[in-house]
């Protein structure tokens, strides 16, 4: 019954970590998979979340099923959270949020709903992208294609081609864009350019469907959200898919909000009752563990105020680390793009797009026991003042800084 089926490629990112687990020098350093690590090198569980838990133990009366668009507080807290409590497309009700599996779940309700409901439109993702998004997409049957994103002479954004490709995208396509802490060049548009963005979306007619996976990571959970509030400023209608993965570090329990925003409150509804349908085909209704530790959190005063430090210092220790790691490859004569490093502190949240070619990335791995992805992209936030040294030295190495 088997013997056609041939092995699917292993995950690049995922292979790599299962590379690093059999490495066994000790020296090695993993910053190819994205997940926040501490000073230690821990990914560790967050007091507010620790707190919450132990009171949803308590407190909890219920395993029974979910609603299929998860619990009502818990959209609630998440639409607040992306728009600011006093948006007023929240008040005129014009936004249906899901609570979903995580920011894949709800990339992968979104192309359920877009392949059975916006037929024949093209999805556009950036070049280079989340590399699941062309998966995601894939697997649900929607026709991706790519605009360019990165400047590579200088690892910045490269905002003519992409507004040039975006004057060729027909009208009812999709756009997809990095709410903030793009993946995985680090690379934001500045609030000037997000205007730009936002005008050219609302000009030629696309659908706006922003992924927003690591709000609180760049410069702060306003500041991230503000570039995709100023989207929903001249577009009317877009799709959002969040995740709280990284910002609350509830990665393993699956949590993530796919929003939808519509004209007005009767579009929401019948497009609200299209995702429900693609919903309850898929996993009928969303795990609700992760979902309640952030009710709780963000519905509790002194839990809010406990998470929003602990952000702050996830953000400050990965800024942190981009200070020290171009401080470091300064110190070592290396310069990664004809520009120097400069460009390692004025990207966003946890990825850096190197500029390290293929053969570096190969000699990293083989001869330092440091594992990047092969497009170059670090982890800065799994650089620590320990590792730090041993990967700039790595990097001179490799680069013959
Ligand atoms: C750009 C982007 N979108 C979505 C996700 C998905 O996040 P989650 O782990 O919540 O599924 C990630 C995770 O790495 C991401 O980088």
């Not at 994103?149 to 004057?167: E, F, I, K, R, V």
């Not at 800024?319 to 004025?346: K, S």
């Amino acid at each position: 019954m088997f013997e056609h089926v041939t092995a699917a490629s292993p995950d690049p990112i995922l292979g790599l970590s299962e590379a690093f687990g059999r490495d066994e020098r000790p020296s090695k350093i993993n910053l190819a998979v994205g997940v926040f690590k501490d000073a230690a090198g821990q990914t560790p569980v967050l007091d507010a979340v620790r707190t919450a838990e132990t009171r949803l133990l308590a407190e909890e009366t219920t395993k029974s099923y979910m609603p299929i668009g998860g619990d009502p507080a818990f959209g609630r807290a998440a639409r607040e959270l992306l728009l600011g409590a006093d948006h007023p497309a929240l008040a005129a009700g014009r936004v249906v949020t899901f609570q979903t599996p995580g920011g894949t779940g709800g990339l992968r309700v979104a192309g359920d709903y877009l392949k059975q409901n916006h037929s024949g439109k093209t999805l556009w993702v950036s070049d280079p992208t989340w590399a699941n998004h062309h998966g995601i997409f894939a697997a649900a049957g929607v026709a991706v294609k790519p605009y360019p994103y990165l400047d590579p002479q200088t690892n910045s954004l490269n905002l003519d081609a992409m507004l040039g490709a975006a004057q060729g995208m027909r009208e009812g396509d999709i756009w997809l864009l990095h709410g903030c802490c793009h993946n995985p060049t680090g690379i934001d548009p500045t609030a000037e350019q997000w205007t730009q963005i936002a005008a050219a979306a609302q000009a030629y007619g696309v659908l706006p469907l922003i992924d927003f996976a690591y709000q609180g990571f760049g410069a702060g959970l306003t500041e991230d959200a503000a570039g995709l509030r100023a989207v929903l400023d001249v577009n009317p209608e877009a799709l959002v898919c969040a995740s709280f993965s990284k910002n609350f570090g509830l990665y393993r329990e699956r949590v993530g909000a796919f929003h939808v925003v519509a004209k007005d409150t009767d579009t929401a509804a019948v497009v609200g009752s299209q995702v429900k349908a693609c919903v309850r085909r898929n996993y009928s209704n969303p795990p609700a563990h992760g979902g309640a530790v952030v009710t709780t959190i963000l519905g509790n005063t002194a839990l809010r105020t406990q998470w929003e430090a602990e952000l702050t210092a996830m953000r400050d220790r990965i800024n942190g680390m981009r200070t020290a790691l171009q401080a470091g490859l300064d110190e070592r004569g290396v310069r990664l793009t004809p520009e120097g490093n400069g460009f390692i502190t004025r990207q966003n949240g946890m990825f850096t797009m190197s500029g390290l070619t293929k053969p570096q990335v190969q000699a990293l791995k083989q001869d330092h026991a440091i594992y990047i992805v092969g497009s170059g992209r670090i982890n800065v936030a799994g650089v620590t003042p320990d590792n730090l040294p041993v990967l700039c030295d790595a990097i001179a190495a490799v680069t013959g800084g």
